[in-house]
């Protein structure tokens, strides 16, 4: 018989004062201006403005639950720019998600997100990858308009085992599309609290089998009773 699948309450954008079961650390990779801190502030603020380009890196707090667990992302931002690299670097060990954005409107936006990956795996294997293609607002645009088709980057993100690869554009802000983009937050947060679940059951399943009852322990405590007893009954004179 299939089991029911769990019905789950999703609150998004808590506030930074929520306590929190789960921290965890989220990292954004690509070239400049392909989106990222738009990204960030559609997320957020659900505003949308052309802003300047990331200069090195920079953090934010991003707090959602799933029922009666609550995690913490904290996202970095991170700078495009070839001269931040090194600076950048510095942040890849601990990540445990890669979000790699590019443009549909720039084929070098899309080919450098293979130098990205390669740069994140090199310093930390254990992350879990989502790629993102964005500006489809750009999608019927006769001049700069797409040029990275979605079935090309859907196979990249196959070959190379992304966790996820969605389209989205920052810039619309009709509800269908915002919800989008929560929907990718969410599904990393799902996929933390299946693990939380599953670390939970393993504590109480632990819990459970080392004070389980055995028969030895119910002797052992008959034993002492009557032992017990025996001590406490008048003892009769010898003579």
Not at 42 to 47: E, F, G, Q, S, V
Not at 48 to 60: K, N, Q, V
Request: net charge negative.
């Amino acid at each position: 018989m299939k089991e029911e699948e769990e019905n789950i309450t999703i609150k998004r954008n808590l506030a930074e004062s929520e306590q929190y079961d789960d921290s965890i650390k989220v990292i954004l990779l690509g070239d400049s201006y392909v989106g990222k801190s738009s990204l960030i502030n559609r997320l957020i603020n659900n505003k949308f403005s052309d802003l300047s380009s990331t200069l090195s890196i920079e953090y934010h707090t991003y707090i959602t639950s799933f029922n009666e667990y609550t995690l913490r992302m904290q996202i970095w931002d991170t700078a495009g720019q070839e001269r931040f690299n090194s600076i950048i670097t510095n942040y890849y060990k601990g990540t445990d998600v890669g979000i790699f954005l590019y443009s549909i409107d720039k084929e070098e936006s899309f080919q450098n997100i293979e130098i990205w990956f390669k740069n994140l795996k090199d310093n930390n294997d254990n992350s879990l990858n989502i790629l993102i293609g964005n500006k489809r607002d750009l999608e019927n645009e006769k001049e700069g308009g797409r040029v990275v088709t979605y079935e090309k980057a859907e196979k990249f993100a196959e070959e190379n085992q992304f966790y996820a690869f969605r389209e989205i554009s920052c810039k619309i802000k009709e509800t269908y599309e915002v919800d989008n983009i929560y929907e990718i937050f969410d599904e990393i947060g799902k996929h933390f609290y299946e693990k939380y679940k599953e670390k939970k059951n393993k504590v109480e399943t632990s819990v459970d089998m080392n004070y389980a009852v055995t028969d030895s322990m119910l002797n052992l405590g008959k034993k002492h009773r009557i032992k017990q007893e025996n001590e406490s009954k008048p003892k009769k004179k010898c003579c």
